[in-house]
């Protein structure tokens, strides 16, 4: 199965991105969106599953290096 995944970060300060990925993203899972990386939050279908596709949107959060904030 394909996913197609809208990725939208959960205060609006960075821009989102849509992926296609093989695996069902999880919370707690971490993506690179551009330079950046991210950890998810929260999953949500946003069709029922089609075919060999389903469309789902994923909150996420940046990961901040340590000692930045």
Same mark, same amino acid.
């Given at each position: 199965?394909?996913?197609?995944?809208?990725?939208?970060?959960?205060?609006?300060?960075?821009?989102?991105?849509?992926?296609?990925?093989?695996?069902?993203?999880?919370?707690?899972?971490?993506?690179?969106?551009?330079?950046? $990386? &991210?950890?998810?939050?929260? #999953? *949500?279908? =946003?069709? /029922?599953?089609?075919?060999?596709? $389903? &469309?789902?949107?994923?909150? #996420? *959060?940046? =990961?901040? /290096?340590?000692?930045?904030?």
């Amino acid at each position: 199965m394909i996913y197609k995944v809208s990725y939208v970060e959960e205060t609006g300060q960075y821009p989102g991105g849509i992926k296609n990925v093989e695996k069902r993203p999880q919370i707690g899972d971490s993506v690179q969106i551009g330079p950046r $990386q &991210f950890q998810i939050v929260a #999953v *949500q279908e =946003i069709l /029922p599953p089609r075919d060999d596709f $389903q &469309f789902l949107q994923a909150t #996420v *959060q940046i =990961i901040e /290096p340590a000692g930045v904030r």
